[in-house]
């Protein structure tokens, strides 16, 4: 799997039209599902996302994680983070298959939700408009077949 988290003040994912998440302070996260990943995968992504140490505390410092700050999560299934960009027409065969993608991206938010999070999301495979007012900025990058 693949994520990029961001630290927001808020977001929202819109589909035609009509707002179907929002957050307020949380992370926005960007999922991608790749072919080899399983609920286990999606479960030790969760738990290191949602463990995440990166709100001020009181001294300024990025040290609280999205509990303490009574954070929420906007997931927004994401193929293209499994882009072959070797030329300029990105390729898109490295992702999952749909229904395995689908799997995954259920996986990890009912892990997030089943920490206590409050999970928002968008909708596998719609064209959505997504928003965000990004905090500090803080954006990390997670590739679960990195070290």
């Given at each position: ?134 905090h500090g900025p803080v954006t990390i990058i997670f590739d679960t077949d990195q070290p």
């Amino acid at each position: 799997m693949r994520a990029v988290v961001t630290r927001v003040d808020h977001a929202s994912v819109t589909i035609e039209g009509r707002i179907n998440g929002q957050i307020g302070v949380g992370f926005l996260v960007l999922l991608g599902v790749g072919p080899n990943d399983t609920e286990e995968t999606a479960r030790k992504l969760a738990d290191k996302i949602c463990n995440l140490r990166i709100f001020e505390d009181e001294n300024d410092k990025m040290n609280l994680n999205l509990e303490q700050v009574g954070g929420s999560l906007l997931v927004v299934s994401q193929f293209t983070l499994y882009a072959d960009t070797s030329s300029r027409r990105p390729g898109f065969s490295r992702a999952a298959k749909p229904e395995l993608a689908v799997q995954g991206y259920e996986w990890f938010m009912a892990r997030c939700r089943d920490r206590g999070f409050r999970v928002e999301h968008g909708e596998f495979g719609a064209k959505m408009e997504v928003e965000s007012l990004n905090h500090g900025p803080v954006t990390i990058i997670f590739d679960t077949d990195q070290p």
